[in-house]
């Protein structure tokens, strides 16, 4: 009985050692409240007992498709923007359709995306100041070399009516509401089909993911299916698969990517326009722009972005 | 087999090296698990002995909740969460959403069930002799309480290792109120749920064994307390 005293001891002393351990650092903080003007680091000047000044700059929060997330470009670009701004960016990475969502519930103050209709329908409904693009490549349509449906050099839409009739080839969607998805509607709309009634559930052969486009092109390489993907992520991922373009011309591929703002004046939880405002100056910056051009041209020896700054592409 | 001996050799590199931004993704996942536990135990183990001891209607139905919650989907809780804390919902003024501290919030949601209905079986399991012995040897109703709670010590203690596990290894809350945000709020699962997607096996591997290393570390050392009787 009295060991076990001394044993309740121990345990007590280890949780109080824990909890001074877990006090001391930092870490589960709130996100500070956005200063009007951006000022340098405060530098206390260090006593003894002193912990270093670490949360001092403040953190800016974005929602990001992940094709700008998972080629590694928004990684690339982070830490300058960091710099310049003096501010900790937050990216969260996930598809065009829940960026929006966070733009619309104010749990973001800016978001880079990639699906025109819907972008074009967030900037009217208010919510997003104004929809500024900064960079775009094509949406191709990969497969196995084999290309089991013989669609290689068709158009958008004939391959997706050969896919459609043939029933056999798979196809990968993402399924997702990301822009890419919003892309995949799209062109079965073009095609001449009505995307709720007659693709989606269409049979096995059309497979809804429900992910990110890495786990998409991966799902698609082991499934020896078709999928369509932004260059960018196709490119990024290529070493890792056995996928190869199968269909990569038309007009309608273009694959634009914006940054917009969230509009306080709506989003009444929206906290940091001027920030916002300062990212998209940011990435429309010529600067900014020539890194968005070069960016993967080192490592995988093509062009992932084209930067436009501002300019919608094609006008 | 190579991706396996390549984590492997990665895993091991990475430790050794104590590659900065591992570490911190790995220490982010101790602080965050360790935080929910002590909370949850905190509020858990009083309230779970105070159900114990006391009789009142409801309480099978009480206990029977409670153990219904021990296998609610993490994401489930995510969700809730998500949806408080959210800057257009009920709790959205705190600014939480997306921090660490909405994280451990959320683990203790998940964590507290286990450390409630577990206390409560570990007090059910303490033989009534005990109880009876020492009321005749003339222990008050709290003297009473407290020679119970002594036995039960080593299934509570349990009972905290356990919920430890669920809340270190959790993805789907972590990932949905967490966002995954690289030095801010990656931990260990959803850096490997990014990894995986993102192709870099060797890295997931590696996370994964680092993972199951800090688990059996964290089980070592309770065990070694528990034993100490």
Known sequence: MFKGKGNLARILGIIIMVVALFSVLPGCTGEATPTASVSPTVSVSPSPTDVPPLTATPRFRIATTTSLYDTGLWGYLEPLFEEEYNVELDILYTGSGQALEYGRRGDVDAITVHDKPNELKFVSENYGVERVPFAYNYFLIVGPESDPAGIKGMTPEDALRTLYESATATFVSRGDLSGTHSMEKRLWASAGYDYATQIEGAGDWYVEAGSGMGPTLQMADQKAGYTLTDMGTFIAFQSDLALVPIVDEGDILLNVYSVIAINPAKVTTAKNLAMANNLIAFLTSAEIQELIGKYGVAEYGLQLFVPCAGNEPGT | ?229
């Open chain 2, 1 to 229: 087999m190579t991706d396996i001996w390549n984590g492997l050799t990665r895993a091991f590199e990475l430790i050794v090296t104590f590659d900065p931004e591992v570490m911190a993704i790995a220490w982010l996942s101790l602080r965050i698990a360790f935080s929910s536990v002590l909370i949850a135990a905190i509020i858990s183990l009083p309230l779970g002995a105070l159900i114990h001891f006391h009789s009142f209607p409801g309480k099978r139905l009480l206990i029977s909740v409670i153990q219904t919650f021990y296998s609610v989907p993490t994401v489930t809780v995510g969700l809730f969460i998500f949806v408080m804390f959210s800057r257009s919902g009920p709790l959205g003024g705190f600014g939480l959403l997306f921090t660490p501290a909405v994280m451990v919030i959320g683990q203790v949601l998940l964590v507290m069930p286990i450390l409630l209905g577990l206390t409560i079986s570990a007090l059910s399991g303490i033989d009534r002799s005990i109880t009876d012995t020492a009321r005749s040897l003339g222990a008050s109703g709290w003297q009473n309480v407290l020679v119970v709670m002594k036995e039960a010590r080593f299934a509570v203690m349990a009972a905290v290792i356990l919920g430890f596990g669920r809340a270190i290894s959790e993805v789907g809350l972590a990932l949905m109120v967490g966002g995954n945000i690289k030095g801010f709020t990656r931990v260990i699962t959803t850096a490997i749920s990014l990894e995986t997607g993102k192709g870099d096996i060797e890295l997931s591997m590696a996370l994964g064994i680092i993972l199951i290393i800090i688990a059996l570390i964290i089980n070592l050392i309770l065990n070694r307390v528990q034993q100490r009787r």
